[in-house]
T-cell receptor, first 117, second 110 residues
Framework: GAVVSQHPSWVICKSGTSVKIECRSL??????MFWYRQFPKQSLMLMAT?????????EQGVEKDKFLINHASLTLSTLTVTSAHPEDSSFYIC?????????????FGPGTRLTVT | DAKTTQPPSMDCAEGRAANLPCNHS???????VYWYRQIHSQGPQYIIH???NNETNEMASLIITEDRKSSTLILPHATLRDTAVYYC???????????FGEGTQLTVNP
């Protein structure tokens, strides 16, 4: 099956610093990638949708200047949490849509645990 | 996308079948039913999807009622590793968004 990786799998950073999380589709080209956030004991919340070569579309309530998304190629999207604060501590999950199939299937990465101290 | 309703939690004995229900009474004709699961601290894993016919794969079976207003995911022989949150999601054929509800926490007991 299609594989999506994330790096790092976990990260601890100090308040006020920025953190970059990478999402890669390893064996397919992803026409669209998504970024989700999940707080403890809650469901996944979609943050933004990104298409290669264009600006990301952010969900209502998500600050685009704080969560910078770059989808530079068909296999890589990055999420940068700028000026991180403790309330940004969460589990960040990306997913990618494989565009070469008749039905657009979405494959998820393993997630990145961010802790801001 | 149509809204889904699932019980918050279920228990199942190891080796027995786990039947997870989902209501999607407002589903429209071009919407599929998808099931994903999320094991603790991992990304969601695709299980199965269907439109109106029952579906089966190596992981599970999906039974969709004739009026398509509800469905049941069946894990025929649950193992401890099947303990996870199971999400039932309805979305359009060509739609890309997946909207996750609260899901059902399935606990498989030894």
């Amino acid at each position: 099956g299609a594989v999506v990786s994330q790096h790092p799998s976990w990260v601890i950073c100090k308040s006020g610093t920025s953190v970059k999380i990478e999402c890669r589709s390893l064996d397919f080209q992803a026409t669209t990638m998504f970024w989700y956030r999940q707080f403890p004991k809650q469901s996944l919340m979609l943050m933004a949708t990104s298409n290669e070569g264009s600006k990301a579309t952010y969900e209502q309530g998500v600050e685009k200047d704080k969560f910078l998304i770059n989808h530079a190629s068909l296999t890589l999207s990055t999420l940068t949490v700028t000026s991180a604060h403790p309330e940004d501590s969460s589990f960040y999950i990306c997913s990618a849509i494989r565009g070469d199939l008749a039905v657009y299937e979405q494959y998820f990465g393993p997630g990145t645990r961010l802790t801001v101290t | 996308d149509a809204k889904t309703t699932q019980p918050p939690s279920m228990d199942c004995a190891e080796g027995r079948a786990a039947n997870l229900p989902c209501n999607h009474s407002t589903i429209s004709g071009n919407e599929y039913v998808y099931w994903y699961r999320q094991i603790h601290s991992q990304g969601p894993q695709y299980i199965i999807h269907g439109l109106k016919n029952n579906e089966t794969n190596e992981m599970a079976s999906l039974i969709i009622t004739e009026d398509r207003k509800s469905s049941t995911l069946i894990l025929p022989h649950a193992t401890l590793r099947d303990t996870a949150v199971y999400y039932c999601i309805v979305r359009e054929t060509s739609g890309s968004r997946l909207t996750f509800g609260e899901g059902t926490q399935l606990t498989v007991n030894p």
